[in-house]
T-cell receptor, first 116, second 118 residues
Framework: AQSVTQPDIHITVSEGASLELRCNYSYGATPYLFWYVQSPGQGLQLLLKYFSGDTLVQGIKGFEAEFKRSQSSFNLRKPSVHWSDAAEYFCAVGGNYGGSQGNLIFGKGTKLSVKP | DAGVTQSPTHLIKTRGQQVTLRCSPKSGHDTVSWYQQALGQGPQFIFQYYEEEERQRGNFPDRFSGHQFPNYSSELNVNALLLGDSALYLC?????????????????FGEGSWLTVV
C-alpha cells in the first residue's frame, strides 16, 4: 500500500542548531516527493519538491532535502533553524495517474518547536 | 497574483445539516482537488476535478460530493454531517491535469475552511 511515514511526531531544537526531519515512503511507481509546511491555523506552503535528476534539492527558506531511493527516504534538512521555522511539516508523495496527475499522500506530520 | 482562495474561513454546523465550501484556484490552474485534514493528522485526499468532471476519488463516502464550474472554481458539498466531519478542508490547485507531475506540475494549497460540527 502507498504510504508516508514521518517517525517523529514532535521535535524541539535550539535556535541556530541544525535540523533533520525524517520521511520514509512506500510507493510502487516512480514517486514524486514534496515537503510542505503548515503554520498554526494556516494552509500548506510548498517548501520543495523532487521530481527527478539531482537527488539533493533546494527549497525556500534555506531548506533542502535528499532523495535516497535505496532507503525510500526523503529527509528534510536545514543547517541553522530560526524561531520562525516553528510549524508543522508534512512529507507527501504523489504519482501520475495514467498520463495525468494523481493525488498526494501525506504523512501525519512532524511538529517543530524552536527553543530560544 | 492571487493564490488559491477558499470560503468561508470558519463555520459551525449541526449534525445532519449540509455544508458547501468554495474554492477559487490559482490563476492559470485548471485542476482542483479537495483534502480533509482532521486535527493532528495529515491531509487526506477527497477528490479531484478537471474539466468539470470528477477524475479521481479517495476513500470518502457519497455524502461528499463536488462540482467544478467553467471558470475552474469548485465547491465541496457534505450532506448529513457527522461529528467526525469536523476538520480543516483544504482546496488545492495545479496548472494542468494532463502530463501530471512528470510535466513539472506543482500543487498549491489554500488556507482552508475550518468546519466544526456540533
Amino acid at each position: 500500500a502507498q504510504s508516508v511515514t514521518q517517525p517523529d511526531i514532535h521535535i524541539t531544537v535550539s535556535e541556530g542548531a541544525s535540523l533533520e526531519l525524517r520521511c520514509n515512503y512506500s510507493y510502487g511507481a516512480t514517486p514524486y516527493l514534496f515537503w510542505y509546511v503548515q503554520s498554526p491555523g494556516q494552509g500548506l506552503q510548498l517548501l520543495l519538491k523532487y521530481f527527478s535528476g539531482d537527488t539533493l534539492v533546494q527549497g525556500i527558506k534555506g531548506f533542502e532535502a535528499e532523495f535516497k531511493r535505496s532507503q525510500s527516504s526523503f529527509n528534510l534538512r536545514k543547517p541553522s533553524v530560526h524561531w520562525s521555522d516553528a510549524a508543522e511539516y508534512f512529507c507527501a508523495v504523489g504519482g501520475n495517474y495514467g498520463g495525468s496527475q494523481g493525488n498526494l499522500i501525506f504523512g501525519k506530520g512532524t511538529k517543530l518547536s524552536v527553543k530560544p | 497574483d492571487a493564490g488559491v482562495t477558499q470560503s468561508p474561513t470558519h463555520l459551525i454546523k449541526t449534525r445532519g445539516q449540509q455544508v458547501t465550501l468554495r474554492c477559487s484556484p490559482k490563476s492559470g490552474h485548471d485542476t482542483v482537488s479537495w483534502y480533509q485534514q482532521a486535527l493532528g493528522q495529515g491531509p487526506q485526499f477527497i477528490f479531484q476535478y478537471y474539466e468539470e468532471e470528477e477524475r479521481q476519488r479517495g476513500n470518502f463516502p457519497d455524502r461528499f460530493s463536488g462540482h467544478q464550474f467553467p471558470n475552474y472554481s469548485s465547491e465541496l458539498n457534505v450532506n448529513a454531517l457527522l461529528l467526525g466531519d469536523s476538520a480543516l478542508y483544504l482546496c488545492a490547485s495545479s496548472p494542468k491535469w494532463w502530463g501530471g507531475f512528470l510535466s513539472g506540475n506543482t500543487i498549491y494549497f489554500g488556507e482552508g475552511s475550518w468546519l466544526t460540527v456540533v
